[in-house]
């Protein structure tokens, strides 16, 4: 006949068990939310708009693990939200090892929303996802030396044509970094630096002239080769991005 401490040991069990599964149904709608963010920030990586929208759906799971008492979810997104701490001190670019690395971030998360679905969680610390998260600070030298191919930067605020340009790039053999606008390529080139650049001269906010004119105004950037993009063929505007230093002009 079980006791009346037996009694409350299995209503502390059912109340575990039915706030697990509320969780787990909402931690599969923030794990979506996580993957579609990460597309964006490996579409655009340049862009510190989706590194942050990443960095807040991570700061949002260490948030809600916590409130629902799953401290092993709060160990791990903090790890992650460590990763990105530690991009921004040193200025690190997203180039494709760490991004690789984000991603095996997000695709641990499905292995703790199978664990919530059975009630509980317990972060796996032999992981080699769980481990490189750990040594990220320690072992930056294989983030910021990757050996790749040569890297053009590729500016353009037209989605169509900045992927239709990547893909036809990137089969030629080229490590191409998209940005959407001038102000997310600036922002890229503070922390990595591409062979060549490829620059659309029509963009809203700042256009193709007032990005190459801080280009050029940068002593550390003066000698990137630019080549400037246009749908236009204006001989005015030719002459004027060869005499500002662009090395060619593409129509």
């Known amino acids: 006949m079980p006791t ?9 069990s059912e109340v575990q068990r039915q706030m697990s599964q509320t969780y ?29 929208e990443v960095e807040n759906c991570y700061q949002d799971i260490m ?8 401290h092993d979810i709060t160990e791990y997104a903090s790890l992650v939200l460590n990763v990105f701490k530690v991009i921004k001190n040193n200025k690190m670019a997203f180039n494709s090892r ?7 971030s997000v695709k641990y998360l499905e292995i703790i929303s199978a664990q919530l679905k059975r009630g509980k969680v317990a972060l796996d610390i032999s992981n080699a996802t769980v481990i490189k998260l750990k040594t990220f600070e320690t072992d930056l030298v294989h983030y910021t030396t990757e050996s790749e191919k040569k890297k053009i930067l590729l500016v353009d605020d ?23 606008n001038g102000p997310d390529a600036l922002s890229y080139l503070q922390t990595d630096m591409p062979s060549m650049i490829l620059l659309d001269v029509a963009m809203p906010g700042m ?9 050029r105004s940068l002593e550390n950037l003066k000698a990137v080769p630019v080549m400037m993009l246009t749908a236009r063929s204006q001989k005015e505007e030719i002459i004027k991005a060869i005499q500002m230093g662009a090395q060619n002009y593409m129509v």
């Open 98 to 104: 760490v991004l690789e690395l984000i991603w095996q």
């Open 207 to 215: 256009n193709g002239f007032e990005v190459l004119s801080q280009l």
């Open 24 to 52: 787990a149904l909402a931690f599969s709608g923030k794990v979506d939310k996580i993957k579609k963010a990460y597309m964006g920030l490996s579409a655009n990586p340049a862009s510190g708009e989706f590194a942050a």
């Open 4 to 12: 009346g401490i037996d009694n409350i040991i299995d209503e502390e």
């Open 158 to 180: 037209d989605p169509d044509i900045l992927r239709l340009v990547e893909v036809v790039l990137k089969r030629s053999g080229f490590n191409v970094v998209t940005a959407k």
């Open 63 to 70: 948030g809600s693990g916590g409130s629902f008492g799953f």
